[in-house]
């Protein structure tokens, strides 16, 4: 589990204010439309690949640390074909996201997990499907995971 700095969900959560939709839309549409004119059903792999660039850089010169820090494309690899799989490495999938939202989480309630916990997250939110785990799963590892959260605060207390 990665450990961002103490406040690094503070630092997300609170750039969310400054997301303006139709600023970003006005940004793309002035961007492309003299480059991709209506009617247009296929780009060369080189238009491509130089306006895929310019709007990765665009966006994260525009958009706050709720984009830039979070490590997280825009795109689904699903919806949008294989150039948004390079952009977004296909990390639509669960387990991707899991780690990095208990980072979050443990930020947001001013907790660092120790050993014990780390080492538990690591086992039981490993990846083992491409499907997310049933609820049952889920509630029994947090709960596990939890306790030794606790533990370890216990722990850290009584040293």
Known sequence: MSQPA????????????G?????LIRM???YLAPRVPPGTRKLTDEQHDTMAK????????NLGPWYTE?????????FGGYFT???TGCEEAWYTFADEALSWMFDAIELRPGYQAGKLMRKLFAFESWHSPSEWELRASSEKVA???VEDEGRRHTH
């Open 54 to 61: 310019h709007l990765q850089r665009m966006l994260h010169q």
């Open 147 to 149: 306790a030794a959260v």
């Open 85 to 87: 799989m390079d952009a």
């Open 28 to 30: 793309l549409r002035e």
């Open 19 to 23: 997301y303006d939709p139709e600023k």
């Open 70 to 78: 979070t490590g997280l494309s825009l795109g689904n690899e699903s």
């Open 6 to 17: 103490l406040g690094h969900w503070l630092l997300i959560r609170d750039s969310l204010e």
